[in-house]
């Protein structure tokens, strides 16, 4: 397998979207790109990503192969690329080890980092198609800021869908917070919040699960939430100009029962797709 990023900015926002909800990995390598599965240590998010090989500047891989690796040590190493800087990722011919070459054509540098391979057991986890009464899709930097803002206030997020709105509301011992997000009112037709429901919602969240999330902003304009009673929640960050490198999604179960049995009740909504 071989691949090149044009600027190693986009890898780095991408490690650093995952790494703190997911310690290793597998990446799966194909014709088609590289994909990656995985649920965090208390099974109660899953993360997923995709990039898609006419993605890349050079990307080739003439079997599929499945490449274990560890998140923090990579993020380490991708720390010391510069954010202009091109990436090539190879792998050895016995699939024993990963090679990360920076290159910096403008200093005539070129740092290579070489990590061995760990083995990863598991099974993908099958996700089941749905049909989600409610989508939104709004700026990725304000839906970051509503979950810095709120995690302030509390622990739970409430979102509630009604009328074209979208009200994000949280309670703890210091108060109470509420924003709410109207259809179509940024000034900025890219990042305007769009809005699509076939009815009303409200539905609960561990709000430091999308604080989590919300560290995928900086790969894009856009996020999209999609809601539905009693399935987890997914949200989208494309990768890429209008997704063209691919994406990732995080899914997360709705809180559930009473506010001390509401963490249980998630784990066991995701160890449901695990069956």
Same mark, same amino acid.
């Given at each position: ?37 995985a649920?965090?240590?208390?099974h109660?998010?899953? =993360? ?7 993605? %890349? ?8 192969? +499945? @490449?274990? $690796? #560890? ?24 699939i ?55 995690g ?6 409430? =979102? ?7 009200? %994000? ?7 109470t917070? +509420? @924003?709410? $997000? #109207? ?12 809005i ?22 900086p ?36 809180k ?20």
């Amino acid at each position: 397998m071989e691949a090149k990023f044009t600027k190693a900015s986009t890898l780095k926002k991408l490690i650093e979207a995952v790494k703190e909800l997911i310690d290793e990995c597998n990446l799966e390598c194909s014709s088609t790109g590289i994909t990656m599965q995985a649920m965090d240590s208390s099974h109660i998010s899953l =993360v997923s990503f995709e990039l898609l090989a006419e993605g %890349f500047e050079e990307y080739q891989c003439n079997q599929n192969i +499945s @490449i274990g $690796i #560890n998140l923090g040590t990579l993020s380490k190493i991708l720390k010391s690329a510069s954010s202009d800087d091109s990436i090539r990722i190879f792998t050895d011919e016995n699939i024993e080890s990963i090679t990360f070459e920076f290159i910096n054509n403008e200093k005539s540098i070129k740092s290579t980092y070489e990590i061995k391979l760990i083995d990863i057991t598991g099974d993908p986890v099958g996700i089941p198609e749905t049909e989600y009464s409610v989508t939104v899709s709004m700026a990725s930097t304000e839906f970051s800021k509503i979950c810095k803002d709120l995690g302030v206030m509390g622990e739970t997020v409430k =979102v509630e869908q009604k009328d074209k709105k979208v009200i %994000f509301s949280t309670s703890g011992e210091l108060g109470t917070g +509420s @924003i709410e $997000i #109207n259809e179509g009112e940024n000034i900025d037709e890219s990042t305007q919040t769009k809005i699509e429901s076939n009815e009303n919602i409200e539905l609960s969240f561990a709000l430091r699960y999308l604080t989590l999330f919300s560290k995928a902003a900086p790969l894009c304009e856009n996020v999209t939430l999609s809601l539905e009673l009693n399935v987890p929640l997914v949200v989208e960050f494309p990768i890429g100009e209008n997704g063209g490198l691919g994406s990732i999604k995080y899914f997360l179960a709705p809180k559930m029962g009473d506010e001390d049995e509401e963490d249980e009740d998630a784990e066991e909504e995701m160890g449901e797709w695990n069956d």
